[in-house]
């Protein structure tokens, strides 16, 4: 089995594995300015897309241009996620080059897809492939080829849940009272299929995430202070995965807050799909608990000054209702920020987080308001990749999705795996 790394590989961001030339994992993109594609042009007999998130699907509607027609592989809750990326792609860059699609390439899509449940097997492109919960967002996979001969596991980007055997707060326990151990969304994997090479993401390999539950009671006690003295706190929050995390902490909390931007559809999509979330009550209720934000600059503008929690994107301050949101509340420190994931170099976010100041909507402003920073990753870290490597010590191991790759796999290699880390156009054959 040959497999050729047209991204992600040694970076974060426009992951692409092509299996053999025939079958494609992934198709995304990585954002910035330029944005950056996967290398080569690639014509594959299918695509089979682990999750719905920018870099690991941003460009899949391209492969449906000129005569191309790939079926397209993925669950249910992934293929909207991707339709609704697309869709705010279009309408945002839409015939530029930071859109690499049209508007009829992302009808294509909703033509060739085909979608599937956890552990259940199907054929793409002549290979046998079965998706397991990953535990990153909801939908989200683990995909396992087999040729007949290897069996290849791509483990895309996954979570485990917590390591650590402390008895849960009363906070993090759902109604039956049992724990609940990292993310409320979706609970970590526990698949661990037999395979002969592990392609598998390295993103967190050198941290070691803080307790969930103590970061959680540390964030809802910020909330309820800031409310409490009189201020406002925007959180700014990723559309998929984060802002309904959030959500539920707040409904837990007993917190009252807004929801703005992509995120109040993506809650909406995710109640249409309660088999790929962790407790779909929970998230009823956590949808009940948030009050919808219908758009309106006025009405977001009356908010800001509303003495309470607004959850909106974008997560790195690089658009949508945040553009309105910080602007109103900069000035008072009584106000505040909270960050809820890792903000990439050279995004609004982290230098807010650098220098408590930001270009926002085009502007440099200062930013008087305290700014806060939690880890609410949905990623494994060390412990937790280690933790699931463990199980594949007779694998061969390539080490992709990070910015230290090869630290990594030679760590690995140090353990007794058999690791490496392919770069960006390399074919690896297993």
């Known amino acids: 089995m040959n497999v050729r790394f047209l991204g992600g590989a040694r970076e974060v961001g426009r992951s692409a594995v092509l299996i053999d030339d025939r079958l494609l994992l992934d198709y995304g993109l990585l954002t910035g300015n330029p944005p950056r594609f996967p290398v080569d042009s690639v014509d594959p007999e299918a695509v089979v897309v682990s999750h719905g998130h920018l870099d690991h699907v941003g460009a899949v509607p391209s492969l449906c241009s000129g005569d191309r027609r790939p079926p397209i592989h993925w669950t249910p809750p992934t293929r909207e996620l991707a339709l609704t990326l697309a869709r705010d792609t279009l309408k945002l860059h839409g015939g530029t080059y930071d859109c690499p699609f049209t508007e009829t390439e992302v009808r294509r899509v909703t033509q060739v897809s085909e979608t599937h449940g956890y552990r259940e097997s199907f054929e793409a492109a002549g290979y046998e492939v079965t998706f397991y919960e990953a535990g990153h967002i909801p939908g989200s ?41 990292g993310q409320r969304l979706v609970a970590g994997t526990t698949a661990r299929p037999d395979a002969d090479a592990v392609v598998c993401e390295s993103t967190y390999s050198d941290v070691t995430h803080e307790d969930r539950g103590a970061i959680e009671e540390r964030f809802a006690e910020s909330l309820r202070t800031t409310i409490w003295q009189g201020g406002t706190v925007v959180v700014p929050a990723f559309a998929i995965g984060r802002t309904q995390e959030v959500l539920l902490i707040c409904e837990a909390h007993d917190i009252d807050c807004y929801v703005d931007g992509m995120g109040k559809r993506v809650t909406e999509m995710l109640r249409r799909h309660p088999e790929f979330v962790r407790d779909a009550d929970a998230l009823g209720r956590a949808k009940s608990n948030a009050r919808f934000v219908d758009g309106r600059d006025g009405q977001r503008r009356r908010i800001a000054e ?125």
């Not at 995909?143 to 791509?154: E, K, P, S």
């Not at 412990?383 to 080490?399: K, P, S, T, W």
Request: glycine share 10%; net charge negative; aromatic share 6%.
């Open 306 to 430: 509303d003495n309470t929690v607004i959850v909106t994107t974008s997560g790195m301050l690089s658009g949508g209702p945040a553009m309105t949101y910080i602007p109103a509340i900069r000035g008072s420190p009584t106000n505040k920020v909270a960050m809820t994931g890792y903000q990439v170099e050279g995004t609004p976010g982290r230098d807010l987080l650098d220098t408590g100041s930001a270009e926002i909507d085009g502007r440099r402003m200062p930013v008087a308001a305290q700014v806060e920073s939690y880890d609410f990753s949905a990623h494994a870290d060390r412990e937790g990749i280690l933790a699931f490597l463990d199980d594949y010590r007779d694998a061969e191991v390539l080490v992709n999705h990070g910015d230290r790759c090869e630290a990594f796999a030679e760590e690995l290699r140090a353990d007794g795996f058999a690791a490496t880390a392919p770069a960006v156009g390399d074919a690896v054959d297993v």
């Open 141 to 181: 996979a683990h995909v396992l080829v087999d040729d007949g001969d290897t069996r290849l596991l791509y483990t895309a980007d996954f979570h485990t849940g917590d390591h650590r055997g402390s008895d849960a707060p009363a906070s993090r326990t759902n109604r039956a009272g049992e724990p609940i151990r």
